[in-house]
T-cell receptor, first 109, second 113 residues
Framework: DAKTTQPNSMESNEEEPVHLPCNHS???????IHWYRQLPSQGPEYVIH???SNVNNRMASLAIAEDRKSSTLILHRATLRDAAVYYC??????????FGTGTRLQVFP | EPEVTQTPSHQVTQMGQEVILRCVPI?????FYWYRQILGQKVEFLVS????????KSEIFDDQFSVERPDGSNFTLKIRSTKLEDSAMYFC???????????FGQGTRLTVV
């Protein structure tokens, strides 16, 4: 399974944008980039996914580098409810999700 | 919004006992999964299930584990003879189709004593 690298933790203030980076230098052409998050004491929650083009949905935006070796999850205005562990996961020809340790995002009022 | 429902929310069992964890998938979903998360550790894939059979399983999913969808609605995970190290949060997840996003339940906390 292709590996991703994320910072252990990040901090933000409420209502500011947050950019969560992910490196995946060994990504292959068929790997989709998925982001999930896990709020405290809850199950993981799907955030967004993409292949090559940038993607937007109601929760976030995903910016994918042209060479696909990195991506950035963008929360446009962080709220206290966005405090969670964010996981960047590569999916290749399988439906299972391989979770790493993710980035713990703290949001301050 | 439709959701995956897991029962019970917390189960305490004695070592060596059998446990069954239950999950009600979202109604039009066809792919089902179990994951577990030992306290303070990563979420780990256990098994995926499609068309009434296991499609993929991890090394953790040994002969002590089994899954089934007995009545076409509930999706269950059975652990035949629990060990202390089976203590974890167990998450059920379901998805509409291959490659689509997975929806996770709130989890069952299993404590083996």
């Amino acid at each position: 399974d292709a590996k991703t690298t994320q910072p252990n933790s990040m901090e933000s203030n409420e209502e500011e944008p947050v950019h969560l980076p992910c490196n995946h230098s060994t990504i292959s052409g068929t790997d989709y980039i998925h982001w999930y998050r896990q709020l405290p004491s809850q199950g993981p929650e799907y955030v967004i996914h993409g292949l090559t083009s940038n993607v937007n949905n109601r929760m976030a935006s995903l910016a994918i580098a042209e060479d696909r070796k990195s991506s950035t999850l963008i929360l446009h205005r962080a709220t206290l409810r966005d405090a969670a562990v964010y996981y960047c996961i590569l999916k290749r020809g399988t439906d299972k999700l391989i979770f790493g340790t993710g980035t713990r995002l703290q949001v301050f009022p | 919004e439709p959701e995956v429902t897991q029962t019970p929310s917390h189960q305490v069992t004695q070592m060596g006992q059998e446990v069954i964890l239950r999950c009600v998938p979202i109604s039009n979903h066809l792919y089902f999964y179990w994951y577990r998360q030992i306290l303070g550790q990563k979420v780990e894939f256990l098994v995926s299930f499609y068309n009434n059979e296991i499609s993929e399983k991890s090394e953790i999913f040994d002969d002590q584990f089994s899954v089934e969808r007995p009545d076409g609605s509930n999706f269950t995970l059975k652990i035949r003879s629990t060990k202390l190290e089976d203590s974890a949060m167990y998450f059920c997840a379901t998805s509409r189709g291959s490659g689509t996003e997975a929806f996770f339940g709130q989890g069952t906390r299993l404590t083996v004593v």
